[in-house]
């Protein structure tokens, strides 16, 4: 299977949890994928819903991980996908915090790495994994951006890099002093240089966002979200805000239309429109 998975070029990332997940699936049954069907694979789908209570994201992921490995690395032309149905999602709208509250939660960092690593999630609109593994080199103060490798779908992009980030990011080296990644991790062996996880950058919105006591739902996807709308209420375009999140598809864009206050605003309520007279009952005699 990884060999499948490679010969494909996915994402590291994506490698991993594919690998984890049928792992974990083999681990529940106590026996080789090779040796289970759909039964087994119906039955794990209820678990992961109804015992394990995971998010429908994650459940989506390891069937898809099952998917891949039944039909691709094993073959298995004798079981029928659709009885294994990705589960429905609710469109739901993401959280979006105010500019006082971004002020808020980046003022809360626990140390200047912390404040930095916020304020480029904010900057940027970069995904929690793409930051952990920005390189100094990804810094390209010549041509004013910051390049983005691999992100999600294998897709590079650049990003807009203005002079207050620039010299916030100038400040930052001159204190840390990172050589290859610019968040380098402290576990690193020495001699090497060794990226953040993508769960510390969780754990460092996480944590500020409780000393800031914003109450609010967030994590670094947040500050993606809250990049993409003050964008849009600032007045940029659909497709310029489409290539800076690197979405494949304008239709995932759109989304921000109904998170934008301008846009919300700028409407005129059809009720505003009427004249309506004062309809109190006159008393009678």
Known sequence: MLDDLLRRNYSPDTIR???RAVQQFAEYF????EQMGGEELRRYQLYLLHERKFALGTVENNISALRFLYKKTLKRRDLAFDDLPFPKQPRT???????????????????RMHRMLLMLLYATGMRRTEASLLKVSDID???????????????????PLTPKMLEALRDYWRWKKPRVYLFPSKRSAAGSDQPISDKTVWNVCRAAATRAGI?????????????????LEGGADLRTIQLLMGHERLEDTTIYL??????????????????IRNMQEKRLG
């Open 17 to 19: 949890g594919y690998i």
């Open 30 to 33: 106590h026996r080789s994928p």
């Open 93 to 111: 709208l993401p959280t979006v915090l105010s500019q006082d509250e971004v002020t808020r939660l980046i003022e809360a960092a626990a140390n």
């Open 141 to 159: 103060s010549q041509r004013m951006v910051i390049h983005i490798h691999r992100g999600k779908g294998m897709r590079d992009r650049d990003v």
């Open 215 to 231: 109450q609010k739902k967030l994590g670094p996807h947040t500050l993606r979200h809250c990049f993409a709308t003050h964008l």
């Open 258 to 275: 109904h998170l934008s206050q301008r846009h919300l605003h700028a409407a005129i309520n059809p009720l505003d429109q009427l004249t």
